[in-house]
């Protein structure tokens, strides 16, 4: 019903920046809160930032606050997450997750009802 992809992954140096974008397509974009996920080998998929559905509010991980960004545009059918100040630490597939039912405090997996087949992040030392 809902479609999400993923993209502006990539490799970059300790310190850098990164841009990803997540586009969405079929159900009314504006539905749904959205959020951005992340995983790292071995990991447990974790909640890194999540945005309203009207885009005015932003919620993030303690990891990431002050660091990365969420926003949206619901004209476009696209959320960003532009990450800023990147550590190695942040290594992870990261994955866009689309919530009918859900605030976007949600942190819990579970809660969200799409899901992209996300886009690697790189950082290197």
């Known amino acids: 019903q809902v479609q999400l992809r993923e993209s502006g992954g990539g490799l970059v140096q300790a310190g850098g920046s990164l841009r990803l974008s997540c586009a969405a397509s079929g159900r009314p974009f504006s539905n749904y809160a959205m959020g951005w996920f992340r995983q790292a080998p071995g990991k447990e998929r974790e909640f890194v930032a999540g945005?309203?559905?009207?885009?005015?509010?932003?919620f993030y991980a303690d990891s990431v606050k002050g660091r990365f960004t969420i926003s949206r545009s619901n004209a476009e059918n696209t959320v960003y997450l532009q990450m800023n100040g990147l550590k190695p630490e942040d290594t992870a597939v990261y994955y866009c997750?689309?919530?009918?039912?859900?605030?976007?405090?949600?942190?819990?997996?579970?809660?969200?009802?799409?899901w992209g087949q996300g886009t690697r992040v790189t950082v290197s030392s």
């Open positions: 945005v309203s559905r009207s885009g005015s509010s932003t």
């Open positions: 997750a689309a919530g009918n039912s859900v605030y976007y405090t949600a942190r819990i997996p579970n809660g969200y009802n799409y």
